[in-house]
Each structure stands twice: as structure tokens, then as C-alpha cells.
């Protein structure tokens, strides 16, 4: 028996790994992959055997049986063959695959003997077929179901429906009229209803009663006696009472379902008048006879007034867009314009100065060029501003100051048989506004005074003053201008000529009306303009064949203005170093060369701004200060500045234009500009910005 046992183990054979000659990655080989191949055979049964647990309706079960016990049997001898490697028990490893070969035959076998019948099982698609032919058919059987207690409910719901309905009718019926009722009563149109075919009377609702002025539930009816139906109001159409047989419920066709309509105002007993639209049309029975007439009144008061004022809203719009376009010309006439008067302006400045002596003729010519030219500057200014490119530069003013300063220009700007009376007493105090618009108002008033003397010896006088404004002096005096009571100072000129009659006094303030031949009606609404924009006040007194007077009130400032002492003169200071001047105008350039050289300067000039570069990038350093034009071709004063900066970061630089300082210096703040240097300028101006430049470096 031990012999058996010892053959059966195989103690008497050499192992398989012999066969191997023992080399470790040979065996490894074999014994790794013969136990993979184990490992994995063991665990099929498994997932065999836990199916057919949970699906025992599965036919055919012992088909999965005898094949996992076959897979089984297969792991097995792969087990043995590792073992046999080191171990030779041949005769058990043979065992084991008799028991495979017996395994594989009977699964074998069984898979024969039920093949015929497991051909038999249908497909999955014959499945879902039959699935989805079940799925039709009790949808089909629960449809006709449902349908079927659908028309029992529709049945009788419209049964109930039936009986409600005739109780829901009558409600309906008399709910309607009492709303058609309340619907005409609120309507805000009147509404007058006649009920009989020869439309004699009328019931109307409280919106026709207010139009008609009757009360409330009266006839307002116009075809009935007086005694009748009171009718405190007529219709009325291009001022002629409507004949009674053209009145709208009477003219509504029988004939026709179209409504008849009449535009007429209806005339109250209190007098008022109210502007209507009448419609009216025909009733009809139920045979389609003439029943009466139903009438609409809609007041169109307001929708006339709305559109009157839309066509005066349309006619100022075009007004503004006349004066926009007058605007864009006059800018760009005055913008032109002030650099010819720079040369003129500036030409004269050099001739005066440049005279070798007092010659009283030549001297006075010089001053009429100036004064012309100061005038042309302040018409330029008065075009810029009305462009809107213009504005105020509000600084302190000494009212005598500039009265002083303006009274030359004046001078030579009156007739000669106009005698010029001063009086400015000293100590007063200063105004706070814009020392060119103040000029012009100055200017108007003493040259519209000059001219009331129509060349006749007369005299003028220029009067301020201070004076202390209270409520009950504003109560008895009427101004031009919003002004309340306190300090101010008062600017008075006068004048003993032909006077203004009282019905022209409330008129001279209107734009483009005058009463001189030559005027052009602007000269007293830029002057009321100007001082309503100072927040002052004007007021004009005058008697035919006496004289005129003009009193303007301006607020006093306790700031206070530069005296005539501090006012310095320019023309009589030097200098040295060079000047680039960069401006496309010739007579600017002239100017400029002729001040510039004759105040000590070696003057550069450059007719555009890119030549002006081109003289910096070759000496940036060899200027003392930069005249810029600030509207130029090619490139503009801004490019040039912003190209300049790059090139000498701390050159001081003027810039000169004919539009207004402060939107200038607005536009290029903190751009390092030294100035601001407005057109025309005189050589005074035009120096004392250079000086002021070259202090500040």
C-alpha cells in the first residue's frame, strides 16, 4: 500500500523542472502563467454559480453546471502542472485530467441533446416585438376605455352646462346694460343718445352736459322749445351758428352705417369756448328702420392748443437751426478775421511806437487804426460767443479803470459834436465779470447815445457810482434782470438827444429791432444779455425830445481789481534770446518778427507746425520761449504741443488763437503752457506774455 501511495505521488520520477535544467526565469514562467490561467478558471464557476442564483428561471441550469465543473477541472490540471515542477506526482496530475476529460464529454454531450430545443427560444428582437405588439394592444383596449368615460363626463357636464346656462344669460344680459351704462356715464366724451326717428330729444351723459353747460339729466336737446329744453349754448362752425337741420344727429345719413363728423366749437352762457369734434350715426330696430341717432362730442381744446404749440415749437427749431448754421459761419469768419487784425492791431501798436516824435495827425490816425481795429476785435468776440466757442474770463474789475481805458476808443468812435462828460468818483468798489463783454457794453451805450444827438451839439455823460439797493427802492423802480436788494454799483450814461418814444422804450431790447436806418437790432440785446449774465439789472429812462438815460446796476465785490498804477508798460521792456514763432498766417508771423526784433529777440519763424518741429529737433535747447498757433493745417497747435513736449519738456510755450482763453487753458490743462496769448493782440499784450514767460523759467 505505501508503495502504491509512493508511486501514485511519483517519489520515484524526476520533476518537470528538470526538463527546465532548473533556469528560475524558465520556471517562473511556467509556474506564473499556469497559476494565472488557474485563478482565472476558479473564478468563472463563481460568477456561473451566483447567476444562476439569483436567475433561477433560466433554463437549462445544468448546462451552466457541467460547464463550471468542466472550467473547474481545467484550473485543476493547470494547478497540478505548477506542482509537477518541483514535485513529480504524474499519476494524481493524470487523474485529474481523466476527471476533465469525463467533465467535457458529458457537458458535451447535454449541449447535444438540447440543442434542437434551445434553437427554439426566440431572439431578442422577436422578444421585443412581441413586447411592443402587447404594449399596443393595451394601450389601444385602456384608450377606448378612457374615450368612453370621457363622453359619459362630457355628457353630463354638458347637461349641467345646459341648465346654467339659460340662469347665467339673464344675469349676463342685465350686468351688460348696467355696465354699457356706467361705460357711457364715465366715458370723458360726451355722448348723446335720441331714441326717436325725428331726433328731437336726446338724453346725454355727464360729460355732454358739461360740454353743453346744461345740468346733468336736462335735454340738451336744440330742436325742442326753449320752455322745453333750456339750451344755454350754441354750436358753432367758422363763427355762424349750425342750422338745425345741419346739426349732427339730424345730418347722420339713414341710409348709410358710415357716421357723420363736424368740427364746432360750442359756445357756453359763461362765455367760454370749447373746441369739439361732433360724430354722429344713424340707430336701427331690428327690422333695420330708423330708430334715432347716436352722437359723440370730443373736446379737442387741448389737442389744438398741443398742436399750435407743436407748429411754434417747429418754427423756433428751425430758427435755432438758421441761427446754428449763423453760428458755424460767424465762428469761422471771426476765427479768420482775428488774424488780419492781428496785423492790423499789431502794425499800428509798432507805428506808434516806432514814431520818432509827437505828430499830433500821424498819432491820431494811429489811434483810429487801433480803435477800429479793438472794435472789429470786439465784434470778432461777439461773433465767437455767439458761435459758442466764446466765454466769460470772470476776474475783479475796477469799473473807472476800464472806463478810463476805454474812453480813447470812445473818442474816436463818436461824432465830433458829442461832448464826453466823466463822472467817476474814486473808491468804488470793484464788479466781478468779464472786462471785454463790460467794454462792449460800454461802447453801445455811449455810441447809441452820441448818435440820438443826429449831429447836433450835445452832450454825453458817463456817471458811476455806488449805491445801496433795498426792497422798496426795487418795489417802486422796474429793471431789466432778476436783481435782489444789497450793494451795488451803478453804471449811468446819458444823453439830452432826440429821446425814445414810451411805445419803442418795451421794444429796443428785442433782437433785430431798431429804429435807426443803418442798425441792425443787436447792439441792445447783446447789451441786456451781457448784463443779465453779471447778474445785474438795466433800466431805461427817456422823453422824447429830452434825452436818454441808461442805468445798469452790477453787484459790488469785496474783491479787489489792479489800480491804474499797477498797469504796466510793456512796449518799454527788452529782452534777449531767441523766439520761435510757429503760426500759418503771414501778418502774425510779420507782426510778431517785426515786436519780437525790435524788443531785443532773435526771432525764428515757421509758416506750419511741421517745419516748426524740425527747427526744434535740430536746436531744442537754443529757445527761450515758443509762440504757438493753436488752429493750423497739417498739424494743429495740439500735435505740435504734445510732439514739442517730447522734444524740450521744460520750453515755456504761449499759445495764441482767436477763440476765447479760458476754453483754451480748459483744453490744454496740465500741458505745461506758460500763456495764453488771444488775437489780434497789441505789442503791449504781446510782451508782457513774453516777460511773464521768461520770468517763470
Not at 454825453?460 to 445801496?468: C, E, L
Request: aromatic residues 6%; charged residues 25%; glycine residues 6%.
Amino acid at each position: 500500500m505505501v508503495d502504491w501511495l509512493r508511486e501514485l505521488c511519483g517519489t520515484g520520477y524526476m520533476p518537470h523542472g528538470h526538463c527546465y535544467f532548473w533556469r528560475p526565469e524558465l520556471v517562473w514562467l511556467h509556474a506564473v502563467s499556469d497559476g494565472l490561467i488557474a485563478l482565472a478558471y476558479f473564478s468563472i464557476p463563481l460568477a456561473l454559480f451566483f447567476f444562476v442564483r439569483k436567475r433561477p428561471d433560466v433554463p437549462y441550469v445544468g448546462v451552466f453546471l457541467l460547464f463550471a465543473a468542466f472550467i473547474i477541472a481545467c484550473g485543476t490540471t493547470h494547478v497540478f502542472s505548477v506542482w509537477t515542477i518541483w514535485n513529480p506526482a504524474y499519476w494524481i496530475s493524470g487523474l485529474v485530467k481523466v476527471a476533465t476529460a469525463g467533465v467535457s464529454l458529458a457537458t458535451a454531450l447535454f449541449l447535444v441533446r438540447i440543442m434542437p430545443e434551445a434553437l427554439k427560444l426566440p431572439s431578442p428582437e422577436t422578444l421585443r416585438r412581441l413586447n411592443t405588439e402587447l404594449d399596443l394592444l393595451v394601450r389601444e383596449r385602456t384608450a377606448e376605455l378612457s374615450a368612453a368615460n370621457d363622453r359619459l363626463r362630457s355628457e353630463a357636464r354638458q347637461r349641467e352646462a345646459a341648465e346654467d346656462q339659460v340662469r347665467r344669460l339673464n344675469l349676463d344680459l342685465a350686468r351688460k346694460v348696467e355696465e354699457l351704462q356706467t361705460l357711457v356715464e364715465l366715458l370723458p366724451a360726451g355722448v348723446a343718445i335720441s331714441r326717436q326717428p325725428d331726433r328731437d330729444r336726446i338724453t346725454a351723459n355727464a360729460s355732454m352736459a358739461g360740454l353743453l353747460g346744461v345740468e346733468r339729466g336736462e335735454d340738451g336737446s336744440l330742436i325742442l322749445p326753449a320752455e322745453s329744453a333750456p339750451t344755454p349754448f350754441r354750436l358753432v362752425v367758422d363763427n355762424e351758428t349750425i342750422p338745425l337741420d345741419e346739426l349732427p344727429a339730424r345730418a347722420a345719413p339713414a341710409s348709410t352705417p358710415q357716421p357723420a363728423e363736424l368740427p364746432v366749437a360750442i359756445e357756453r352762457a359763461d362765455g367760454s369756448r370749447v373746441e369739439a369734434l361732433c360724430r354722429a350715426v344713424t340707430l336701427r330696430d331690428h327690422l333695420g328702420n330708423n330708430a334715432g341717432a347716436i352722437s359723440v362730442i370730443i373736446d379737442i381744446t387741448r389737442q389744438r392748443e398741443a398742436e399750435r404749440e407743436r407748429l411754434e415749437f417747429e418754427r423756433k427749431l428751425q430758427d435755432t437751426q438758421r441761427l446754428e448754421s449763423l453760428g458755424l459761419l460767424a465762428g469761422g469768419i471771426a476765427h479768420d478775421f482775428n488774424n488780419l487784425l492781428t496785423g492790423i492791431l499789431g502794425n499800428a501798436s509798432i507805428l506808434h511806437r516806432e514814431l520818432p516824435g509827437p505828430v499830433t495827425s500821424v498819432n491820431q490816425s494811429i489811434r483810429g487804426i487801433e480803435s477800429a481795429a479793438q472794435r472789429a476785435a470786439e465784434l470778432c468776440r461777439q461773433m465767437l460767443a455767439y458761435a459758442g466757442k466764446g466765454r466769460f474770463v470772470v476776474r475783479p474789475i475796477n469799473l473807472n479803470l476800464l472806463i478810463e481805458e476805454t474812453i480813447e476808443l470812445i473818442e474816436v468812435s463818436i461824432p465830433k459834436t458829442a461832448s464826453l462828460q466823466r463822472n467817476l468818483p474814486p473808491d468804488l468798489p470793484a464788479i466781478e465779470g468779464d472786462a471785454t463783454q463790460i467794454r462792449q457794453v460800454l461802447m453801445n451805450l455811449v455810441i447809441n447815445a452820441a448818435e440820438a444827438l443826429e449831429d447836433k451839439r450835445g452832450l454825453v455823460s458817463i456817471a458811476t457810482s455806488r449805491q445801496q439797493v433795498t426792497p422798496e427802492y426795487l418795489a417802486r423802480i422796474t429793471f431789466r434782470g432778476r436783481i435782489e436788494a444789497g450793494d451795488y454799483v451803478s453804471l449811468e450814461i446819458s444823453d439830452n438827444g432826440r429821446g425814445i418814444a414810451r411805445e419803442q422804450v418795451d421794444r429796443i431790447f428785442d433782437p433785430f429791432y431798431t429804429t435807426k436806418f443803418t442798425g441792425r437790432g443787436l447792439g441792445l440785446s447783446a447789451v441786456l444779455g451781457i448784463v443779465n449774465s453779471h447778474h445785474g439789472a438795466i433800466k431805461v429812462y427817456s422823453e422824447p425830445g429830452r434825452g436818454t438815460t441808461f442805468k445798469l446796476l452790477f453787484p459790488a465785490s469785496e474783491a479787489q481789481p489792479p489800480s491804474k498804477a499797477e498797469v504796466v508798460q510793456a512796449h518799454q521792456w527788452h529782452g534777449t534770446g531767441r523766439i520761435l514763432v510757429i503760426d500759418d498766417e503771414p501778418a502774425v508771423r510779420q507782426v510778431a518778427d517785426l515786436a519780437l526784433t525790435n524788443a531785443g529777440f532773435e526771432v525764428v519763424l515757421a509758416e506750419d507746425g511741421e517745419k516748426g518741429l524740425r527747427i526744434l529737433e535740430e536746436t531744442p535747447r537754443d529757445f527761450e520761449v515758443v509762440l504757438l498757433d493753436l488752429t493750423m493745417p497739417k498739424l494743429s497747435g495740439e500735435d505740435v504741443l504734445r510732439r514739442l513736449r517730447d522734444l524740450s519738456p521744460d520750453l515755456p510755450v504761449i499759445l495764441m488763437s482767436g477763440f476765447n482763453e479760458q476754453a483754451a487753458i480748459e483744453r490744454f490743462v496740465g500741458r505745461g503752457i506758460a500763456s495764453f496769448l488771444p488775437k489780434p493782440f497789441t505789442l503791449d499784450s504781446l510782451l508782457e506774455k513774453i516777460r511773464a514767460a521768461m520770468a517763470k523759467t
